[in-house]
């Protein structure tokens, strides 16, 4: 099947070094509301504007080599606004997985959805399982959206599937360490991410990967998330190129770098 053609992204026209790149980023996605009511358009408006940025940033993210993009699509907070907008986001996030399906998997983008997959429409859930079947062979960029996610949530699922592990007697209670932890969120086989953009300015975490977000590098933008274009993003990596991780080690500067 043929796409539009689309020009790449080439990391060598950009400032960037590969080798002080993420390996996972991770997205809060906000503002979509904000931008669309400067410009007097309607929510529904500003998150179809957001869908338009969400897919330059997968094949941004995939051209530049990435291998983990993560994004808040909905939280389990999300459902306490309007019928209408929710049933406008629930109806966007199906056309928009049904309108990208193929070319996800023309470009080899291997596609996972965390959250709690059940408590979504039947025909949404059915259409994010059949991308990840149909994606999970793929080994370049993963492209995960949180769906009906929540932190608190995904702690609470682990802690019950530990739970049932005890109960069984396939585990003792003092063999659980952080690694055990790890292993019962929804994607044990993805590394926390690297680095966490939140657009729209506000500070805080809303209930995002909390766990998994211990050591992450956080960068902040004031662009609503429908005006994160790719200049955005590229500063949002150059920005983290700068930063010195120390997973609360004392690292020695060396002077002469
Ligand atoms: C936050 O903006 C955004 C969301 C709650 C939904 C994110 C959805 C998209 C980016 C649309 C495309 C998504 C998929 C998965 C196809 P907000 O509504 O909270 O903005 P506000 O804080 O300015 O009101």
Excluded: C
Aim: aromatic share 8%; net charge negative; hydrophobic share 40%.
């Amino acid at each position: 099947m043929l796409f539009p053609p689309r020009t790449k992204l080439k990391i060598k026209d950009t400032p960037l070094d590969s080798a002080r790149l993420p390996v996972h980023v991770a997205i809060i996605m906000d503002g979509n509301g904000r931008w669309a009511n400067a410009k007097g358009l309607s929510r529904l408006h500003g998150h179809d504007q957001g869908y338009r940025t969400l897919k330059d940033t997968v094949y941004a993210a995939d051209d530049l080599g990435l291998k983990f993009l993560t994004v808040y699509g909905f939280s389990s907070e999300n459902w306490r606004r309007s019928q209408e907008e929710v049933g406008g986001l629930m109806d966007l996030m199906l056309r928009a997985m049904k309108a990208e399906i193929e070319e996800l998997i023309y470009n080899e983008i291997k596609v996972r959805v965390i959250g709690r997959m059940h408590e979504l429409p039947d025909a949404l859930r059915e259409e994010y399982e059949s991308a990840m079947r149909r994606t999970e062979h793929f080994t370049g960029l993963t492209f995960t959206l949180a769906i009906n996610y929540g932190g608190r949530a995904e702690t609470v699922d682990a802690i019950r599937a530990i739970a049932d592990k005890i109960k069984r007697g396939e585990l003792d209670p003092s063999q659980i360490d952080e690694a055990t932890v790890s292993q019962h969120l929804y994607a044990p086989d993805i590394p926390d991410p690297d680095l966490l953009i939140r657009t729209a300015g506000e500070l805080r975490l809303s209930n995002f990967l909390l766990w998994e977000t211990a050591y992450s590098e956080i960068y902040v933008t004031p662009a609503p998330w429908p005006a994160f274009d790719q200049s955005e993003f590229i500063a949002s990596l150059m920005d983290y190129a700068k930063r010195i991780r120390k997973f609360g080690a004392v690292i020695e500067l060396n002077p002469e770098t």
